[in-house]
């Protein structure tokens, strides 16, 4: 399997409307291919301007929002192509179509960087952050997944959260959970019970 970076992708309409959503760039040599599934404004954005932008966003509420509904992120203007870049990330990189692999589900853009910059030192890694991505790439897959599966990844994805997240990282969570509970018809919330737990843990009270 190739390297995929999971990135905030940003591509404008033809009217000039931004559409920012989460996707998995594929690692093919020097270039990068993105490939939405369809239907997907991104397809229509790249089909009549064939240019993208990819960030890292410092805030993983930019994320798990994406996912959930809210995509009003703060974005500046690009450097050498027509497009903006998130606002508040580590860094962003600007690609050119190169070449479009058709496919009636999932087409391929093979995309040249064209220039890339970096906006914020990255300190560390944390665990809270991968938990909201994996949630919310599992909140994408909902009607492709057995419910016992959900709540099985769910419940150690909280682990992460309960242990290393910071305000933003939890209310990430919070909104993936609400989605994934909605989607199971369930008012119970995984972190709730996880917090319990680890509380439980702490004050010797075993659950
Ligand atoms: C971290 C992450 C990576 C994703 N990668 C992809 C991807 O590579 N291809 C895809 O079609 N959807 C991917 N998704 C789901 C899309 O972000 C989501 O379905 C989005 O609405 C599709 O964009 P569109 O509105 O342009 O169709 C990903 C979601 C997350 C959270």
Same mark, same amino acid.
């Given at each position: 399997?190739?390297?995929?970076?999971?990135?905030?992708?940003?591509?404008?309409?033809?009217?000039?409307?931004?559409?920012?959503?989460?996707f998995g760039l594929i690692a093919e040599g020097d270039d990068y291919?993105?490939?939405?599934f369809r239907?997907?404004?991104?397809?229509?954005?790249?089909? =009549? &301007?064939?240019?993208?932008?990819?960030?890292?966003?410092?805030?993983?509420?930019?994320? +798990?929002? #994406?996912?959930?509904?809210?995509?009003?992120w703060p974005t500046v203007a690009c450097d050498r192509i027509r497009g903006r870049r998130l606002a508040d990330s580590f860094g962003h990189a600007e690609f050119a179509v190169t070449?479009?692999? =058709? &496919?009636?589900?999932?087409p391929r853009y093979r995309g040249r960087l064209v220039h890339?910059? +970096?906006? #914020?030192?990255?300190?560390?890694?944390?665990?809270a952050q991968a938990a909201v991505l994996e949630a919310a790439i599992l909140s994408t897959r909902l009607h492709m997944l057995a419910p016992d599966k959900?709540?099985?990844?769910?419940?150690?994805?909280?682990i992460a959260i309960s242990k290393t997240a910071g305000p933003?990282?939890?209310? +990430?969570?919070?909104?993936?959970e609400d989605k994934v509970a909605a989607h199971l018809g369930t008012?119970?919330?995984?972190?709730?019970?996880?917090?319990?737990?680890?509380?439980?843990?702490a004050s010797g009270v075993t659950c």
């Open positions: 399997m190739p390297l995929i970076l999971e990135t905030i992708v940003t591509t404008l309409s033809p009217e000039g409307a931004l559409h920012l959503v989460p291919v993105l490939a939405p239907p997907s404004p991104t397809i229509l954005n790249l089909d =009549a &301007d064939p240019y993208f932008c990819a960030s890292s966003p410092r805030d993983v509420r930019v994320i +798990a929002g #994406a996912v959930t509904g809210r995509r009003e070449s479009v692999e =058709a &496919d009636a589900t999932r890339a910059a +970096a906006h #914020a030192p990255f300190i560390g890694y944390n665990r959900v709540m099985a990844e769910m419940r150690y994805l909280a933003r990282e939890r209310e +990430a969570w919070d909104w993936i008012e119970d919330r995984i972190l709730a019970d996880t917090d319990a737990a680890r509380d439980g843990e």
